[in-house]
């Protein structure tokens, strides 16, 4: 599976995911500009020693991540979906695409895929959750449906 993260700004959630991706075997995609240097000491600690454990692959633009993942079914999480995330079904090379933090995924990209955007529930007062947190929550209803094929 991979997991998409569109121009990503706080390096601790990127660190939190690039946990999850160790620990779930998926792939983690960082598409630029990045809100931070990969240097950061913030970004190494939320990745604690796992950062070998982890494919990232760096894109210069969403394109690119297309390109590379042609024939993948990709799904672009947002909370201007109608869908929810679990009413799909994810298959084992799923293509899991996440917004920077302060502003989603942009409304163009979301337009042109209307019916592969889902979201998570949530109370209409709340604006979103962190973004590593909606990413575990995604990434382990595909896990589950497939069955934690490969993690024990």
Avoid at 10 to 31: E, F, M, W, Y
Avoid at 50 to 55: G, I, S, T
Avoid at 81 to 98: C, H, I, R, T
Wanted: aromatic residues 10%.
């Amino acid at each position: 599976m991979h997991i998409v993260l569109v121009e990503p700004e706080i390096p601790g959630n990127t660190g939190n995911i690039s946990r999850l991706c160790a620990a779930t075997k998926c792939d983690l995609h960082l598409v630029r500009p990045l809100g931070f240097s990969t240097d950061d000491r913030y970004l190494k600690r939320a990745g604690l020693d796992y950062w070998h454990l982890v494919k990232v692959h760096y894109h210069d633009s969403f394109a690119e991540v297309e390109q590379a993942l042609v024939g993948h079914n990709f799904y672009f999480n947002t909370t201007k979906a109608a869908k929810f995330y679990n009413e799909v079904s994810y298959d084992p090379e799923a293509v899991l695409v996440f917004g920077k933090e302060t502003a989603g995924l942009p409304e163009s990209l979301l337009a042109k895929n209307r019916e592969r955007c889902v979201r998570i529930p949530m109370q209409s007062e709340a604006r979103s959750l962190n973004l590593s947190n909606a990413v575990a929550i995604v990434a382990y209803e595909a896990l589950r449906q497939q069955g934690y094929s490969g993690l024990c």
